[in-house]
């Protein structure tokens, strides 16, 4: 159902106002069960994994690449509305300029329950308390293109499904099966599901990635979480007591760390 747009103030542009407020959008879009997709081949993704749109956005220039993704909703998106606009209308809304393609507003779908995806999962990680959305949907691309079973998420950690996440993502955040732990550290959770808590830090005892990728590589049965902490603090100390292995990544020239992003993906391709 097409909508062209000439107010401002109309009621139903409601959910792509404030956009470029991250504290207002990371309570609100959750709170009211939404999120946002930007551009085609992420909102594509996003309706084949089971999300539903609730509306598009849209300059017109990019109804004739939207349109296949339209038609799955009936001629023009059916009875969801596709709200168009000039370029210029839509960036004075969105707060930004609206440069690939379209934006839909999506219904979240419940998570599922953490011991469902442990179930069927040889490696898992477990992002602690990240707060960068960019690295959020950084390491859920890595995840998906390595062939990392589930992500947890703990309370703290950024939303996996806030439009710079997806973004970064590249719409990968729907192809790995992901959901928020209602407490943390839980080891007994993963331990239930014999799963091996490896965290990535320093620490007494610690191994080197290639030596804990060999000690793997011995037994491919071995099941393994790996936590990865906060950009600014890292794991939190009675995180680190609960772990069976601490690994880190050597460095050289004087560096210290990686950013976890980063970090991130030598680990999951280095322990594949």
């Known amino acids: 159902m097409l909508i062209h747009l000439t107010d401002l103030n109309d009621e139903r542009l409601n959910d792509y106002l404030h956009m470029t407020d991250v504290a207002l959008r990371s309570k609100s879009e959750p709170a009211q069960g939404l999120f946002m997709a930007e551009s085609k081949n992420v909102i594509s993704r996003a309706i084949n994994a089971g999300y539903r749109p609730r509306s598009f956005l849209m300059a017109p220039r990019w109804l004739d690449s939207m349109a296949e993704i339209l038609e799955q909703f009936g001629p023009e998106g059916g009875e969801i509305p596709v709200f168009v606009a000039p370029e210029e209308f839509l960036e004075k809304l969105t707060g930004f300029h609206l440069h690939r393609g379209a934006l839909a507003a999506m219904h979240r779908n419940p998570l599922p329950a953490a011991a469902t995806l442990l179930a069927s999962a040889r490696r898992i990680a477990i992002l602690e308390d990240i707060v960068d959305h960019t690295n959020v949907g950084a390491i859920f ?9 589930a992500i947890l998420v703990t ?26 732990l209602d407490t943390w550290p839980d080891r007994q959770l993963l331990k239930d599901f014999d799963f091996e808590i490896a965290a990535l830090a320093l620490g007494e005892n610690t191994l080197t990635l290639d030596q804990y990728a060999a000690e ?9 979480a790996w ?5 600014g603090y890292g794991l939190k100390p009675r995180t680190l007591a609960s772990v069976d292995k601490t690994v880190m990544i050597p460095m050289k020239h004087g560096v210290d760390s990686l950013n976890v992003a980063a970090a ?4 999951f391709w280095a322990t594949k």
């Open 141 to 149: 691309r890595s995840a998906a293109a390595i062939g990392v079973d």
């Open 155 to 180: 309370p703290s950690c950024a939303d996996p499904l806030f439009r710079r996440s997806v973004r970064v993502s590249m719409g990968t955040v729907f192809q790995v099966p992901w959901t928020r």
């Open 216 to 224: 793997l590589a011995l037994d491919s049965t071995r099941k393994v």
């Open 227 to 231: 936590i990865l902490g906060s950009e």
């Open 264 to 267: 991130a993906a030598v680990t």
